[in-house]
């Protein structure tokens, strides 16, 4: 079920009407929905059915919001961060220390330290020299540390080349040809203790080709390791499955089909599965509200000018992704335009020759499938404060994060003694 819907001629979002949320807290805001949220986790749950207590720990860094992560801490998710600062957004949102995955490539000390303090459930390590580093201060500390390596499979994922993880030229994992050797000497070192496998091949992928590919690497990857005699009783199977964002392109496969292959090829794995879902949470379950300032002649077609822009919506730009722009209040007429922001780069472009929604100054649109990696990326680029944030639930909703004071952003900067 969608909930997202026009009814009496304008878009909701459950029970709200977008206009009464612009018309209070203004444009551009991102608004999300717990319905779509608590659905997502119970389709994804679902699909997982019949294996044996697996963990869904969130990509916290494609919708860290406060008030996004405790509906999913609610709902029974744990956290995969790649931060300190994501460490403390998911304690913050009442996500168990257990529950949290610590990912990334560049881990430092301190946040080594700070993870084993509020006691995360496991640590992901992405090189030889982390596993020197966390031994150290796992040890300085007194503690031992369940840890797996993650294994770049040296798989192409068939995703945009800026958000795919798998291939051996990435920066992420340690070379699977190196992994017996390199889990050699991790069990030799002090504080850690080796608990299992983990493999993250990217994002938005719409085949299951290439994660089965890299799933069945794994699986022969535990075979060797324990023939070593290291106990895995785990396997992180990472996030990246896509969601639809242009209903011209084929749908995805969905998290029934993704969990039936799990179930095909990790069937007599024996250990427990842990998953770290960003997108297929939380895509779909936002959308970026925004205002058209006005439409400018264009030589091709006009330009839609809207006061979104790259710093609040980064994929376009970044990625070349495609969001749905629908009206808010359409009237079944159409044009071919150009969808633009303010922002002084000609990057700042959401949609090029888009055939939408007849819209005039005034008017506002929703860029859909926006919950996923959209405020998360937002910068303050062009002096543009950082989006209002808006969680509908039913026919209630609040402001979750408040639009930032232009002021506010200006006296964050200092001047030294000799300007004052
Ligand atoms: C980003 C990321 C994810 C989530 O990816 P999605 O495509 O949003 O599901 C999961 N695991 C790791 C290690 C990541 O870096």
Request: with cysteine.
């Amino acid at each position: 079920m969608d909930h997202f819907q026009i009814r009496n001629g304008e878009m909701h979002v459950e029970g709200i009407a977008l206009s009464a949320i612009a018309d209070a807290v203004g444009t551009p805001a991102y608004v999300y929905s717990t319905a779509t949220l608590e659905r997502h986790v119970q389709v994804f749950r679902d699909a997982l059915a019949g294996l044996d207590d697996p963990l869904i720990a969130f990509a916290v860094k494609a919708n860290p919001n406060g008030a996004v992560l405790a509906t999913l801490a609610r709902a029974g998710l744990g956290a995969d961060v790649v931060s300190s600062g994501e460490i403390l957004r998911a304690r913050a949102a009442g996500i168990p220390p257990e529950r949290i995955i610590f990912s990334g490539v560049g881990k430092t000390a301190e946040e080594m330290r700070l993870a084993i303090e509020i006691g995360v459930g496991q640590f992901n390590l992405e090189s030889e020299p982390e596993a020197e580093m966390l031994s150290r201060v796992a040890a300085d500390m007194g503690r031992t540390v369940a840890v797996a390596y993650r294994i770049n499979p040296d798989v192409d994922a068939g995703t945009h080349a800026k958000i795919s993880t798998g291939k051996s030229n990435n920066k992420f994992g340690i070379p699977y040809a190196g992994a017996v050797d390199a889990y050699a000497r991790a069990a030799a070192l002090p504080g850690l203790q080796i608990r299992g496998v983990a493999v993250h091949i990217g994002s938005q992928l719409t085949d299951l080709a290439p994660l089965e590919a890299a799933f069945a690497r794994l699986g022969a990857l535990i075979e060797t390791l324990r023939a070593a005699g290291h106990a895995i009783t785990v396997a992180d199977l990472g996030g990246g499955l896509g969601v639809p964002y242009d209903p011209a392109l084929p749908v995805p496969p969905s998290p029934a089909d993704y969990g039936a292959m799990v179930k095909r090829v990790t069937a007599g794995w024996n250990v427990r599965l842990i998953f770290e879902p960003g997108r297929v949470i939380v895509g779909n379950a936002g959308v970026l509200l925004s205002s058209v300032i006005r439409v400018k002649q264009g030589e091709a077609h006009p330009f839609v000018i809207v006061d979104a822009a790259m710093n609040d919506l980064l994929r376009p730009s970044l990625y070349e992704a495609w969001h749905d722009i629908r009206s808010i209040r359409p009237t079944g007429r159409r044009v071919v335009v150009n969808v633009v922001g303010p922002v002084c780069e000609s990057g700042d472009t959401f949609a090029t020759a888009r055939d939408m929604d007849s819209v005039a100054a005034g008017d506002r649109v929703a860029f859909m499938t926006a919950g996923a990696y959209g405020a998360t990326m937002a910068s303050t680029y062009n002096s543009r404060a950082l989006t209002a944030e808006v969680l509908v639930s039913g026919d209630k909703w609040a402001v979750v994060r408040a639009r930032e004071p232009i002021e506010a952003l200006i006296a964050r900067d200092k001047l030294p003694d000799w300007l004052g």
